[in-house]
Nanobody, 123 residues
């Protein structure tokens, strides 16, 4: 099991930037694909970005492509999500997740989750 803790959320105006971090403890994350999901009020949890175990490949939701970058550092057991040109529709609780084996678009397939961090973007 991997314990995940997110940080870095907050409130920004549209067009602003935020960097979310996810710190892992417990098992090594080397064997885990990692991802960021988000959930807005009244909406289902959706995949924002995912990264393979080695960090060699990434995938992004169409709604965030070109504005968001996911990275990981296995040695430091951390993952980050750099968000720029934020929009009000990016407002949500953002979750860090880990999945043994490859990444998947379905949140129910992930093994471990953080508690979430709120991102609020005002217009």
């Amino acid at each position: 099991q991997v314990q995940l803790v997110e940080s870095g959320g907050g409130s920004v105006q549209a067009g602003g930037s935020l960097r979310l971090s996810c710190a892992a403890s417990g098992r090594t994350i080397t064997n885990y694909a990692m991802a960021w999901f988000r959930q807005a009020p009244g909406k289902e949890r959706e995949l924002v970005a995912a990264i393979t175990q080695s960090g060699g490949a990434t995938s992004y939701a169409n709604s965030v492509k070109g504005r968001i970058t996911i990275r990981r550092d296995n040695a430091k057991r951390t993952m980050s999500l750099q968000m720029t040109s934020l929009k009000p529709e990016d407002t949500a609780v953002y979750y860090c997740a880990a999945r043994l084996m490859g990444w998947n678009i379905l949140p129910t397939t992930y093994d471990d989750w953080g508690q979430g961090t709120q991102v609020t973007v005002s217009s």
